[in-house]
């Protein structure tokens, strides 16, 4: 396992990032965008007990502000197009390119990479989209319409009231998002059963950077990307690309199918099991796969 720290140009000056490299290939090169923002790429380390075996590469990789890497206290860093930015440089640092350059982002990180493959798709040999619409908006009404009128009302309501307070830091508020939210649609387990990788990812998030982008909850989102919408766009994205969703995702399932259906080589996973963190609760059906449209791009351009 190789780490190497990336030094990244930014506007507000040169930070460093984290990544480790985990196997070794010529033509499957697997880089990892983690959610959040402000999450880590820890949540991943599942992927190791799969991906290595199959001759694909993982790199591990913690977006600046993120545990991992630096963490510069400075709002106007956490900006879309400067993180697509930091992706590009990233690339260029490891040496990927479009003859082994595999990019799967999961949920912040799946609007993460779409936005990259607009912007850079030349440099991609694969994409992934894991967990995550093309439309901040349609997800703002898929939590509203369906998700909120599954829940228990009562703790709804409550949940609701301290939004309104903007409590976010009260206790009660994450217990009422765990017990009535979190294990249904983030990870189906109980709280007490979430996997270490997955706590100790969400025990370094970086709220400053979360929350200014994304909101508090994960209940909808309310920061700077709730306009965010590509999903017009996807038709330009000629990149092989799997949508993987889930059933219980926090994400529209058949939204993410109507995606891979938009997208010119687009090919879209269910996990009939799974939720938003499906490489834990249908960690199988994820990581089968996911190595199958690895292999099968990789065969297809061989």
């Known amino acids: 396992m190789t780490v190497r720290r ?3 140009t930014t506007p507000s000056g040169t930070f460093e990032v984290w990544t480790q490299s985990v196997g070794d290939s010529p033509t499957m090169r697997l880089l990892l965008l983690h959610g959040g ?12 007990d799969y991906l290595p075996a199959e001759g694909i590469e993982l790199i591990y990789y913690d977006q600046l502000g993120s545990f991992g890497s630096d963490q510069p206290d400075d ?17 260029v640092a490891l040496g990927l390119d479009a003859s082994n350059f595999y990019l799967l982002g999961h949920s912040w990180g799946g609007l993460l990479g779409m936005e990259y493959a607009l912007t850079h798709g030349q440099h991609l040999k694969g994409l992934i989209v894991s967990n995550m619409m093309a439309s901040v908006p349609a997800y703002n009404r898929y939590a509203h319409d369906v998700l909120m009128p599954q829940m228990d009302q009562a703790a709804l309501a409550r949940i609701l009231e ?7 830091d009260n206790p009660e508020y ?9 294990v249904f649609h983030v990870l189906r387990r109980p709280a007490d059963e979430w996997p270490e990788q997955v706590t100790r990812s969400f025990g370094h998030l970086n ?9 508090p909850s994960e209940m909808g ?4 990307l709730i306009e965010w919408d590509r999903f017009d766009e996807l038709a330009t994205i000629t990149v092989p690309t799997l949508v993987i969703a889930a059933t219980h995702d926090t994400m529209d399932p058949d939204y993410l199918r109507d995606m891979a259906e938009r997208l010119p080589n687009g090919e879209y996973l269910l996990c009939w099991d799974g939720s938003h963190m499906a490489m834990h609760d249908d960690e199988e059906r994820y990581a089968t796969g996911l190595i199958d449209f690895i292999r099968s791009v990789d065969d297809a351009t061989a």
């Open 6 to 8: 990336i030094p990244i």
């Open 37 to 48: 923002p402000g999450a880590t790429r820890e949540y991943f380390e599942i992927l190791a």
């Open 75 to 91: 709002l106007s860093l956490w900006d879309l197009p400067r993180f697509v930015d930091e992706v590009e440089q990233v690339r």
């Open 162 to 168: 301290l939004e309104a307070a903007e409590d976010y």
């Open 174 to 182: 994450e217990d009422l998002l765990m017990e009535h939210f979190y």
């Open 207 to 215: 709220k400053q950077v979360y929350v200014h982008m994304q909101g």
């Open 221 to 224: 989102a309310r920061g700077t």
